[in-house]
């Protein structure tokens, strides 16, 4: 089992599974026209992914709660991050598709570098669908000098990305070790899987999903994101 830095926990709601298949239809929807980090899939395709979710219930997702979430307070962080130890490079091994990665298919991954105590640069790159890597640079600034576990991350020449707007990125799990993260904006609207490996084994999958859902999303709204060395196909982690 993992060990856990120690932060609120939720139970699994009752009929959780319901709610998450009904999310997982729509976000395997978007995947489906390429608006997800990971869409693309090499052996199970986005709408596929998304079809076998539903097949599990008709229960809608509640009103005014964001896909992936099932409500309730904003996500919570981690006690305490050392940004030096954060800083290198993580592998993207699941994420709630986001429509700002249309062109990735597979070997998501984040580099961070500290830049000064409360500031990292990022790059984010990928594979793309018709060949090579692509990149964009950013910069995530710590937004709670207590824990520095909140973050504010904006990327160079992207519309909207106001480097000074509030929180959108929080580690809500970290590995003792550092070598897993898991993070997502305050109101669960995303959310990322991150391993210093391309892979996870299956014990430790169980893991990441029972955390998900103690966080307060649903782990059916998370698809697997492909890499070399690892997974091959987008998967919802409800599914595995």
Known sequence: MLRRHSTPTRARPTMLRGAAASAAVALAALAALALSPAAAAQSTSPNEAGQRAASSSDIPVPGGVQLGSVG??????????????????????????????????????????????????????????????????????????????????????????????????????????????????????????????????????????EIITERGWTDCAFLSSPTTDGQGGMTPLCLR
Do not use: M
């Open 72 to 209: 309730g307070d904003p996500l919570t962080e981690v006690g305490h991050v050392d940004p030096e130890r954060y800083a290198g490079k993580w592998y993207q091994l699941a994420a709630i598709p986001q429509p700002f990665n249309i062109q990735c298919v597979a070997n998501t991954t984040a580099e961070y570098e500290v830049t000064n105590p409360t500031t990292l640069s990022v790059r984010n790159s990928c594979d793309r669908a018709f060949g090579g890597r692509s990149s964009i640079d950013g910069e995530a600034r710590v937004t709670n000098e207590e824990t520095n576990a909140s973050l504010r991350v904006a990327f160079s020449g992207v519309p909207g990305q106001d480097p000074n707007g509030p929180t959108n990125y929080r580690i809500t799990y970290l590995a003792d070790d550092y070598s897993l993260a898991i993070v997502g904006s305050p109101d669960r609207s995303s959310g990322f899987v991150l391993s210093r490996t391309p892979d996870l084994p299956a014990d430790r999958w169980d893991d990441v999903s």
